[in-house]
Each structure stands twice: as structure tokens, then as C-alpha cells.
């Protein structure tokens, strides 16, 4: 069972930064993909970015130009940069990992991003 622990959420005003870190407990096989999602209060889970271990990046929209997501130095860690932050992009954020038949297989627990105008 591997665990998957977040870091870095928090409240921020319209237009600033934050960023998001998340740490796999398994650190010998790597993980073949890893990504972040979103979950607004009455509106259903949505995908925020995704990453490879071959380094492909998928993103979402909604947050192309301000939000880049990475691997990190460290084996099967994955972190989101997140700029000009905007109110709409106020949720819980979860870290995801080891995609399966198109779904992620192991979930963090999530945490808190609160942009305020």
C-alpha cells in the first residue's frame, strides 16, 4: 500500500502563488504517473495536471499558463506551481499516483487552497 502525504496548501489573495508538494511512501519502483486534482465545495472532482515518469505533462485549461506541475529530485514526488492564483481555484487539492485502466490508483488525503478576491 503505498501512501501519498501533501504539503503547501493554504490561503492566499487573488494573484499570488503557491505551491503544492506531494510525497509517495514508495521510493525504489517508480511510479508511472503521478498528478493533481481538485474538488470545489458542489462540484465534483476535476483534473488539475498529470506527469509521467517519462516527464509527459498533461494540463488542464483552466490552468494553462499558471499552473505547472513536476517531478521532483527526489523518486516518485511530485510538485504544482501554482501562479496568478484566482478565486475560482479555491478547493481541496489531491495528490494522485500509479495510473490504472485510466484511473489513479492511490490518493492523498488532500489539502486546502483558499484564494480570496
Known amino acids: 500500500q503505498v501512501q501519498l502525504v501533501e504539503s503547501g496548501g493554504g490561503s492566499v489573495q487573488a494573484g499570488g502563488s503557491l505551491r503544492l508538494y506531494c510525497a509517495a511512501s514508495e521510493r525504489v519502483v517508480p511510479i508511472n504517473s503521478m498528478a493533481w486534482y481538485r474538488q470545489a465545495p458542489g462540484k465534483q472532482r476535476e483534473l488539475v495536471a498529470s506527469v509521467t515518469a517519462g516527464g509527459d505533462i498533461n494540463t488542464a485549461d483552466s490552468v494553462k499558463g499558471r499552473f505547472t506541475i513536476s517531478r521532483g529530485n527526489v523518486r516518485n514526488t511530485v510538485l504544482l506551481y501554482m501562479n496568478s492564483l484566482k478565486p475560482d481555484d479555491t478547493a481541496v487539492y489531491y495528490c494522485?499516483?500509479?495510473?490504472?485502466?485510466?484511473?489513479?490508483?492511490?490518493w492523498g488525503q488532500g489539502t486546502q487552497v483558499t484564494v480570496s478576491s
Open positions: 494522485a499516483a500509479d495510473l490504472r485502466n485510466r484511473r489513479y490508483y492511490y
